[in-house]
């Protein structure tokens, strides 16, 4: 009996897990291309502004989904979790693929990043609804005193989601030459997400309904008007705020400093080549998903509070050190470089506007094998630059190569934000479902969940990234960790709130 009950658990898991995955990819696919996005559905006057703008609008598809939080679990608790996360999942690989199509700016002008905003609001609230569904479904699938561990693999889809955004994207960079990726080729990652939800959606089509949800039902016992139920009554409004200022919101800036400002700094502060980043990143996310599994088994033995307020801490100790060591690690300006080998090329070319800009490229060679390029392109009008605002307008794009040795430590830099992600993310699908009763149980988790990773996480790329450019520009000597006071400060509040207010292991949990 328990072989079949553990088979069938299984069943669920993938079903449930594989759906979850793909709609992550399908988010993560606009931020893991953000660099190149930037370019290409916004005025390329200002790199600097039109990557803010591609972060904003990334951030924009965070803002929305606890509304999508609100709208799908109140569905779910009314009519089921598996006909509304099916909806979600459908909504999301078209938005996505939908995405891949839009004509870049310079074809269509300002209606193209406002059809991507548009198209990125809806990726928001399908995701806000997708979430919940799935992990009340898995919960309430789960074995008694199981919470933790099976809805742990719910919780990987996020960074296996990511990581298959970064393998894509790779094998893309890899099969088709630089012109080509640039011209259309980074549109791929958006078009084969049509081809995996339509296997997903064969998938869950066939799935049975939660037997909790199924059972009460059956009895009459769910609720009517699930929004008031979850938000109208005091007491349960109690347990949704204490779910996000004592955990969501805390484990939300963990998760997205861990893997995606990672990312973000590398690329853009650090200059480090794209296909490198993503390379590391992708080997640092698969030696840390593992953890997810067992920090999500562990808190069925020891309690979800000390493992999730634990990762909190290590990060808000350690971010400053870490990324102050990835910096240092990789920066020119510690390596000894080999003058001979320096070489400058100066030449004159028509660019998109048939007008003529005068490129000047610089490489440089380093003795540890790091290899250094910065192209200045200086727009010119008739022969002469053209000036904004006193200066010269010039883009300047650089681009380290760093060697095996530096790979490797950044790896382990990495490694170790992504256990602080595990420990805050891997227990809390079941500390969600278990404080709230079945029938309003998708809308309740839901709304604090995305409000803790939608609002305080998804915002942090942005804000973070504009802490560093301010920062930079005021000549401050340390601009490249100003960036991390926003998640060291919301984490040490939710830390604070839940090390007094939650409790370790909850005799009155939902069941």
């Known amino acids: 009996m328990k072989e079949k009950s553990t088979k069938g658990i299984w069943k669920v898991i993938s079903a449930s897990s594989m759906g979850t995955m793909i709609e992550w990819y399908d988010f ?8 190149v996005i930037s370019t290409k559905f916004f005025p390329s006057d ?5 990557f803010l703008s591609t972060l904003a609008t990334f951030a924009a598809g965070f803002v929305v989904r606890p509304f ?11 009519i089921g979790r598996k006909y509304t996360f099916m909806v979600t999942l459908l909504l999301m690989g078209g938005a996505t693929f939908l995405i891949g199509c839009i004509p870049s700016y310079e074809t269509i002008g300002f209606m193209a990043p406002l059809l991507v905003l548009i198209l990125r609001l809806l990726q928001g609230l399908a995701l806000g609804g997708e979430y919940g569904g799935a992990a009340t479904y898995v919960a309430e699938h789960a074995p008694v005193g199981q919470r933790g561990y099976w809805t742990s693999w719910i919780q990987t889809t996020a960074t296996v989601g990511l990581f298959i955004s970064l393998m894509v994207i790779l094998a893309t960079r890899n099969i088709l030459t630089p012109e080509q990726f640039d011209e259309w080729g980074w549109r791929v990652p958006f078009w084969l997400s049509i081809v995996m939800v339509g296997v997903s959606y064969l998938i869950r089509k066939n799935m049975d309904e939660s037997p909790v949800f199924a059972k009460a039902k059956s009895e009459g016992k769910t609720s009517t008007n699930p929004l008031k139920e979850s938000f109208g009554n005091r007491y349960n409004m109690k347990f949704v705020l204490l779910a996000l200022f004592g955990a969501t919101m805390g484990q939300g800036v963990v998760w997205y400093t861990g893997q995606f400002y990672a990312m973000n700094f590398m690329k853009t502060v650090m200059s480090i080549d794209s296909s490198q980043v ?35 801490l290590l990060a808000i100790l350690l971010y400053r050190p870490i990324y102050k060591q990835m910096y240092e690690t990789t920066s020119v300006k510690n390596k000894t470089e080999m003058v001979e080998k320096t070489t400058i090329l100066a030449e004159l070319k028509e660019n998109k506007k048939q007008t003529m800009d005068s490129i000047y490229t610089t490489n440089k060679e380093y003795v540890d094998g790091t290899t250094f390029q910065e192209i200045k392109t200086v727009h010119l009008e008739n022969g002469v630059a053209i000036v904004v605002d006193g200066k010269a307008k010039v883009d300047t794009k650089t681009t380290v190569k760093i060697n095996s040795s530096d790979n490797w430590a ?43 990773n939608g609002i305080f996480g998804g915002l942090l790329p942005a804000i973070s990234t504009y802490f560093v450019t301010n920062a930079k520009d005021l000549g401050h000597p340390e601009f490249y960790l100003e960036g991390l ?6 984490a040490a509040v939710s830390f604070v709130v839940g090390m007094v207010y939650i409790k370790n292991k909850d005799k009155n949990a939902h069941e």
């Open 68 to 78: 999508g939080a609100l709208f799908f679990g109140r569905l779910g608790d009314l």
């Open 410 to 452: 950044l790896v382990f830099l990495v490694f170790i934000q992504v256990i602080f992600v595990t420990m805050v993310y891997g227990p809390i699908a079941a500390f969600l479902v278990e404080m709230f009763p079945v029938k309003i149980r998708y809308t309740s988790m839901s709304l604090p969940y995305h409000v803790g």
């Open 278 to 312: 993503d390379t590391l990143l992708g080997v640092a996310l698969i030696l840390g998903t593992p953890f997810f599994v067992f920090f999500g088994w562990l808190s069925d033995k020891v309690g979800r509070k000390y493992i999730m307020m634990g990762g909190m």
């Open 485 to 490: 006071w926003y998640p060291i400060v919301i």
């Open 28 to 35: 993560y696919i606009f931020g893991s291309l953000a660099v």
């Open 46 to 50: 200002n790199p600097t502004a039109a």
